[in-house]
Each structure stands twice: as structure tokens, then as C-alpha cells.
């Protein structure tokens, strides 16, 4: 397995899982992200680790034919829309050259045989039909919008035009322990609320928008890595995953805010002139040809976030507002070495066989050959 953008909310857990379910696993990490999922739970030590970055050809193609990678996870991006706004460039630059870098990288290894690339809802645009259907043209206009509909088109024409065997998810929001962009709502949000400071809202709070809790988002990428292996006609198919249950900002916060267990009233700005007014997906193709479904609720999952972020934000435990789950302040500083592996956290495919488990990503890994240490 080659993962790269390991050290992101969803690149840490999906590394989480691969290694607990017996997978191994490579690693393209640019930066060191304390923080992180790839650090917290101490998954440096459980995997290969290949320091650069995505634009660089000639080391991708080195790592995928050292460590003799055949499926992989292109997960990173600059995925910070504030970023993106004041730097389109280098988000251009890391997001489109390397996906294609990364492809080319792909295509010139006899080794690799399932590519899954990370697109997002936001490669749609403003749509004036909705939800957003995997038919649904991509016309992103702002820099990170049209990065993530470069990156779909790219991977598509090196399916159609070299038979790469690649696929492309398109997801809803994530949220979930881990996420350290505090300029999305569910991260900044809690920061704020248990912190105790008033948060803010960037937009008027009226866009609407879907969301996809993170565990579920890696069953989805399991799953589809898993179906593209066993159905190469999948290459060049874009595939939608969400919770299907579109929510204003302001709508959010309050679920967010019930999570953490208090009442405080957000500033709203009504700054975030050019966010598209509303966005949510139709996953229904996901469910039908892959078997996929999300099994965590959105309460459930802001319930699991707050846990998270009590544990590893650096607040003393007084302070903290009561946990409304448990009725007292998480004071536990300590991360598992897993969270797949943590009783506080099981698979959500461990509790539902109707999505893949640890023999469908054994499926992924049958045959591998073992990696070896680069000379």
C-alpha cells in the first residue's frame, strides 16, 4: 500500500486501518505534523516512510518500485480554502502537477494495480441542480474548487487514455477527530468551544452542506480500492459518498455546540462572499454498486469528535465543559496506539458485514510482495 498525504485527518486514519488490518504500508510525508493523526497514534513506527513530496516524480517512482506498492491512496493536497485564496499557486501546484505526477509515477510502474485518487464535492461548483450526481458537470470557479476538478479530469483521461486502472472519490465534508484545518467549521468550532472563546462564523451561516464522518470515509475508500481490484471496467469512475444530509452552517453549529455540551451563540461575519450557497450529494450510486452506506450518525460522530479533541487539545482538564456523554471533563492525555484498535472506537465495517472488512483489504494485500528496505 502507498498512501500519500498520510499526515491529513483522513490519510491518518486511513493509515490507521491499513496497518491494523494487516496491510504494509508506505508513506509520502512532506512535513512532521505533531499533532496529527500519523503522530498521535504512532504510526511512523508501523510504516514505511518516504520524506518529499508529491511533485516529485522521479522519488514516487522510486518509493512505488523500492517498496513494491500495488494499491494507492493519492490523498494529498492543500485542502485549506483560506490558503488556497491568498496562495492559488502553490495549492495549483500541489494539488494538479501532483496528481499527474503522481499518475505518471503509476503508469511507468509494472507493479501498481488500483489507484484511488481524492477528489471532493467541491469539484462540482455552484450547480444549479442538486444534490450533485457523479453525471453532474465539474465547473469549480475559486482556486480550490477548480484544483479539485482539475484533479478529477486528470485522473479520468489517464484511465481512458493509458487504462490506468484509477478511480475517483468524490466526498462530502469530513469531520472527526484528528482534522487540524481549524478554518473548517466542525475543528474551529469545538477549538472555540473548549477553549472557552465565542466562535466565529465566516459566512451569514445560511450555505448548506453535507458531511461524511471520517471512519466512514475510509470505509468508503477501502471499499472502492477493493471493488476497482475486482472490476477493472470501474477505472475512470468518480464516485459520491455522504451522509445524504444537507445542513445550513448554522444548522451545524448548533449540533456541534450539542456535542461539546454548551449554549454560546457564535459572531456571525457574513464575510465568505464567494462560498457556493448550497452542496450536498447524491451517494446512491455508492451504496447500490459498492455495497457502501455510512454507519455512523451525525451525533454519534460529533460525539467521537469532542472526544478527540478533549483528549489532545492542550487545555487543562478543569477547564473543560463537562463531556454531555459522560457528565464529567476528559482529563485522559494518553492516545491508544490505535484507534481501530480502541474499544472507544470500533471499525464501522467490524459492526456492519455489508461493508468491506479485514478480508476485503487482505484482498487488497493478497499476493503482495513483501516491501523491502531501500540499498
Excluded at 223 to 250: H, I, K
Excluded at 276 to 294: F, M, V, Y
Aim: net charge neutral; proline share 7%; charged share 20%.
Amino acid at each position: 500500500m502507498f498512501v500519500t498525504g498520510a499526515t491529513g485527518l483522513l490519510g491518518g486514519w486511513l493509515t490507521d486501518a491499513l496497518v491494523c488490518l494487516g496491510a504494509r504500508v508506505t508513506c509520502l510525508v512532506r512535513d512532521d505534523i505533531p499533532l496529527s493523526r500519523f503522530e498521535t497514534a504512532r504510526l511512523r513506527d508501523r510504516v514505511n516512510v518516504v520524506r518529499g513530496t508529491v511533485t516529485d516524480q522521479e522519488l514516487i517512482e522510486r518509493a512505488l518500485g523500492e517498496y513494491e506498492s500495488q494499491t494507492v491512496f493519492h490523498l494529498a493536497a492543500q485542502t485549506v480554502v483560506p490558503v488556497a485564496n491568498r496562495n492559488p499557486v502553490s495549492t495549483f501546484d500541489t494539488n494538479v502537477r501532483g496528481t499527474w505526477t503522481l499518475l505518471e509515477a503509476c503508469r511507468r510502474s509494472p507493479l501498481v494495480t488500483e489507484i484511488v485518487v481524492a477528489s471532493s464535492d467541491k469539484a462540482y461548483g455552484a450547480q444549479e441542480e442538486l444534490p450533485y450526481r457523479e453525471g453532474s458537470s465539474l465547473q469549480g470557479r475559486a482556486p480550490y474548487d477548480v484544483s479539485k476538478s482539475c484533479v478529477d479530469l486528470i485522473a479520468q483521461s489517464y484511465a481512458f487514455s493509458f487504462a490506468l486502472p484509477v478511480c475517483v472519490t468524490r466526498c462530502a465534508n469530513f469531520f472527526g477527530g484528528g482534522d487540524l484545518n481549524w478554518s473548517r467549521l466542525v475543528p474551529g468550532v469545538m477549538r472555540d468551544l473548549l477553549t472557552r472563546k465565542v466562535p466565529v462564523i465566516r459566512s451569514d451561516g445560511t450555505p448548506v452542506r453535507d458531511y461524511l464522518y471520517i471512519e466512514d470515509g475510509v470505509t468508503a475508500y477501502l471499499r472502492l480500492a477493493e471493488a476497482l481490484r475486482g472490476d477493472r471496467g470501474l477505472a475512470g469512475r468518480a464516485f459520491n459518498f455522504s451522509m445524504q444530509r444537507p445542513l445550513t452552517v448554522l444548522e451545524m453549529y448548533g449540533h456541534v455546540a450539542s456535542a461539546i455540551g454548551v449554549d454560546t451563540e457564535p459572531v456571525v461575519l457574513g464575510e465568505a462572499t464567494t462560498e457556493i450557497p448550497e452542496q450536498w450529494l447524491d451517494s446512491s450510486t455508492a451504496r447500490a454498486e459498492l455495497g457502501w452506506r455510512p454507519v455512523t450518525g451525525l451525533e454519534e460522530g460529533l460525539r467521537k469528535t469532542a472526544a478527540w479533541y478533549r483528549r489532545h487539545l492542550e487545555v487543562p482538564p478543569c477547564d473543560l465543559p463537562p463531556s454531555p456523554a459522560a457528565g464529567r471533563a476528559g482529563s485522559a492525555r494518553s492516545s491508544p496506539s490505535s484507534t481501530w484498535e480502541s474499544s472507544r472506537s470500533p471499525m464501522p465495517f467490524a459492526a456492519n458485514r455489508t461493508l468491506p472488512g479485514s478480508s476485503g483489504i487482505r484482498s487488497l494485500s493478497a499476493g503482495a510482495p513483501t516491501a523491502r528496505s531501500p540499498s
